[in-house]
């Protein structure tokens, strides 16, 4: 069964920088495709980043790139989403989900196994 936890969330001001982390138990986060999504109340989750299992390529949605990094750490069994630049629409609960690693997918329904989320507030 494959577990995931987010962290470091919290409050964090314009132009600052935040580091979230989803780390994976029950497996080995290697095989898995990993993505970041953000969902604030009466909305849809969105995607915002997703790395693939084992050649690390990564996507984002328009909306952040140039602002966020998604890095992995199969060793740590653990992937980053580095937020640079956040902005207050950046504002939501973030989650990471996994899926056996067959593309790249900023869609949630294609992701299996979701952790429970961090909180992220852009605030001046």
């Known amino acids: 069964q494959v577990q995931l936890v987010e962290s470091g969330g919290g409050f964090v001001q314009p132009g600052g920088s935040l580091r979230l982390s989803c780390k994976a138990s029950?497996?080995?986060?290697?095989?898995?495709?990993i993505g970041w999504f953000r969902q604030v109340p009466g909305k849809e989750r969105e995607g915002v980043s997703c790395i693939s299992a084992r050649d690390f390529v990564t996507y984002y949605a328009d909306s952040v790139k140039g602002r966020f990094t998604i890095f992995r750490d199969n060793a740590r069994n653990t992937v980053y989403l580095e937020m640079y630049n956040p902005k207050l629409a950046d504002t939501a609960v973030y989650y990471c989900?996994?899926?056996?690693?067959?593309?790249?997918?900023?869609?949630?329904?294609?992701?299996?196994?979701w952790g429970q989320g961090t909180q992220v507030t852009v605030s001046s």
């Open positions: 989900g996994a899926v056996l690693g067959l593309g790249l997918s900023l869609n949630p329904a294609d992701y299996d196994y």
């Open positions: 029950g497996v080995a986060l290697d095989n898995y495709d």
